[in-house]
């Protein structure tokens, strides 16, 4: 096995322990799992810790910071439901991806602040 297949089975593997942690409540791998080194762990802990009920707005508002846009869209999308997580700076991301699902969820929220709409 290559070093590199090594290093994705090693990926793969985290990124499955932080689903089961979503569905069987170990609360702390998967908010632990919130600054793991890879993107794909990084989305699905916050995906398992929403399902716990554990994923506040200041995880993901650094998540809506992060280097992958694959993370800043995943937190865009939870965002959603938390109408106190300014979306703002993810509506001029540089991913227009990332910009469509802020603009969403935006648009889910209850209020709407006058820079949002413009």
């Known amino acids: 096995m290559t070093a590199a297949a090594s290093e994705s089975a090693s990926v793969a593997a985290r990124r499955r322990a932080v689903v ?3 569905h069987s409540g170990s609360v702390e791998l998967a908010r632990a799992a919130l600054g793991d080194p890879d ?3 990084r ?3 916050l995906g398992a810790t929403e399902r716990l009920g554990v994923l506040v707005d200041s995880d993901l508002q650094r998540a809506l910071s992060d ?9 865009a999308e939870l965002s959603a439901t ?5 979306l ?3 509506l001029d991301d540089a991913d227009a991806r990332v910009v469509e ?3 969403w969820a935006c648009g889910e929220h209850e209020t709407a602040r006058d820079e949002i709409v413009g």
């Open 67 to 75: 280097p992958e846009p694959s993370v800043r869209r995943r937190a």
């Open 20 to 22: 089961v942690a979503g």
């Open 39 to 41: 993107a794909p762990v």
């Open 43 to 45: 989305i699905v802990a």
């Open 101 to 103: 699902v802020a603009a």
């Open 82 to 86: 938390h109408g106190d997580v300014d």
């Open 88 to 90: 703002a700076p993810a």
